[in-house]
């Protein structure tokens, strides 16, 4: 059973920092390419950023684009999200996400219907 676990989440004032983990279990961590999302009272869930499974390949949402970055330990099967600067308008709660990919894959994933397993969720609040 796969089974992906949060943290890091969060208040935090305009202009600071936070960093999220997500450890996935169940499966070999490499072979999976994953993601973060996130929803905001009253929004629909919306992609905030991906890495391809060979850790290679990443994009982001044109908001985040110079403040967060997306990145992974396959040692730790643990998926991370750096993200500085924050705004009000980042708070959300942010989703991890995982499918199963193979390891030397570079495709990303944007969609959150491309993936298969979630996250149980991390509220990050940003205060103005």
């Known amino acids: 059973q796969v089974q992906l676990v949060e943290s890091g989440g969060g208040l935090v004032q305009a202009g600071g920092s936070l960093k999220l983990a997500c450890t996935v279990s169940?499966?070999?961590?490499?072979?999976?390419?994953v993601g973060w999302f996130r929803q905001a009272p009253g929004k629909e869930r919306e992609f905030v950023a991906a890495v391809s499974a060979n850790g290679v390949y990443s994009d982001y949402t044109a908001s985040v684009k110079g403040r967060f970055t997306i990145s992974r330990d396959n040692a730790k099967s643990t998926m991370y999200l750096q993200m500085n600067s924050l705004e009000p308008e980042d708070t959300a709660v942010y989703y991890c996400?995982?499918?199963?990919?193979?390891?030397?894959?570079?495709?990303?994933?944007?969609?959150?219907?491309?993936?298969?397993?979630w996250g149980q969720g991390t509220q990050v609040t940003v205060s103005s």
């Open positions: 996400a995982a499918r199963r990919s193979t390891i030397y894959s570079s495709t990303i994933y944007a969609g959150s219907r491309d993936y298969e397993y």
């Open positions: 169940g499966r070999t961590f490499s072979t999976y390419a």
